[in-house]
């Protein structure tokens, strides 16, 4: 009962958005290294590859997808919202932004196997 | 029409208080002012609440019901009533004088800190100034003056929380209005007074306040109202 004042779908919204973009931050230097692999040491990043191809990594990138998409659509949103005059619907523009990040996530999935 | 008894957990003392469980005769159409004042006139009479119109009028009787805030003069139990029980607190971000009571000082002089005092270049002896009342920049300041200072969307907003010095809602609310006062001078010092991140800059546009403002008025609109005009401000130079 102590948070029941966040219980609403744009706090929500700023939620994941902090989150995912913490995330985000934590995957672009292990990203930037594997690159790097790619460069400087193709056999280890020709093994990374295999691994990264199995059913496990696939679902957690496909969160990563999510997470992306969700960051992306979230800031376009605020910018919106700071930018341009204010419009009524500010939950619908929430709801848009989650379901365009989660069919993204699902398109990903489906063409992950 | 009695029904049945309602549990109500309520806030005693300062910060360092404790939970009180009152037992309260339900009632049809109560309100949670209503239970607030049963307590205080037939089982405890050093209960301390706030309350003046008992009709949303004056914004006295805010506190923070089932975890929510709330103008309790306007709440019916049976909205917000959990398994026939309720929880009271004081505001939130507002210190606690006793019981139910804040200390809404701070609230108030942050309404002085934003400007949020009308500035005219016009006397007395001068005539009235024609405001188009379909003026969309009017309709902007009709709309944001319809607060009534009650203190929810401050009590709400996490920002507050987390920044002490951080205006709030309600403030820059009123900023707004005046900012859309076609009549105010002060637009430059206005704009100064809630730029920066206790300002307009440190909303992160929870919208908590827009979703509590008993109201239904629209700070975060309000604030990002003045991002705009400060960005614009700040690009032709005018705020330094």
Redesign the interface.
């Known amino acids: 009962?102590?948070?029941?004042?966040?219980n609403?779908p744009?706090?929500w919204a700023?939620f994941i958005h902090r989150v995912s973009g913490v995330a985000l931050a934590l995957f672009l230097p292990l990203h930037l290294y594997v690159l790097g692999l790619a460069l400087a040491e193709s056999t280890a990043f020709a093994d990374f590859i295999s691994w990264s191809n199995t059913p496990g990594l696939k679902t957690l990138e496909t969160g990563l997808v999510v997470f992306l998409t969700a960051h992306l659509t979230g800031g376009l949103r605020?910018l919106a919202?700071?930018?341009l005059d204010?419009r009524s619907g500010?939950k619908s523009l929430v709801a848009l932004s989650g379901g365009i990040s989660l069919c993204l996530g699902l398109v990903f999935l489906l063409n992950a196997y | 029409m009695e029904t049945d008894q309602l549990s109500v957990s309520i806030w005693r003392g300062g910060d360092g208080g404790a939970y009180q469980t009152y037992q309260v005769p339900r009632l049809e159409s109560q309100t949670v002012l209503d239970v607030v004042t049963y307590i205080q006139r037939e089982i405890d009479p050093s209960l301390s609440y706030r309350f003046a119109c008992r009709v949303g009028v004056c914004g006295s009787c805010a506190m923070t019901v089932?975890?929510?805030?709330r103008w309790t003069c306007r709440t019916h139990v049976s909205r917000v009533a959990e398994n026939g029980a309720l929880?009271l607190n004081p505001l939130?971000n507002l210190p606690v004088v006793k019981d139910l009571v804040v200390d809404m000082a701070v609230f108030f002089d942050k309404w002085e800190k934003a400007m949020g005092a009308f500035v005219g270049d016009k006397t007395r002896d001068q005539a009235l100034a024609a405001v188009s009342p379909s003026d969309p920049k009017r309709k902007e300041a009709s709309a944001g003056i319809e607060c009534i200072g009650c203190g929810i969307c401050y009590a709400?907003c996490?920002v507050v929380d987390w920044n002490k010095d951080y205006l709030g809602p309600a403030a820059m609310n009123r900023s707004w209005t005046l900012i859309n006062d076609e009549r105010d001078v002060a637009r430059i010092p206005r704009l100064q007074a809630i730029a920066g991140d206790n300002g307009c800059l440190g909303c992160?546009?929870?919208?908590?306040c827009?979703?509590?403002c008993p109201k239904s008025l629209?700070p975060?609109?309000a604030i990002?109202?003045l991002?705009?005009h400060t960005m614009k401000a700040a690009l032709k130079g005018e705020l330094t």
């Open positions: 009962m102590a948070h029941a004042h966040r609403h744009t706090y700023f605020l919202l700071e930018f204010w500010q | 089932n975890g929510k805030a929880t939130r709400t996490d992160h546009s929870q919208q908590g827009v979703e509590r629209n975060t609109g990002a109202g991002k705009r």
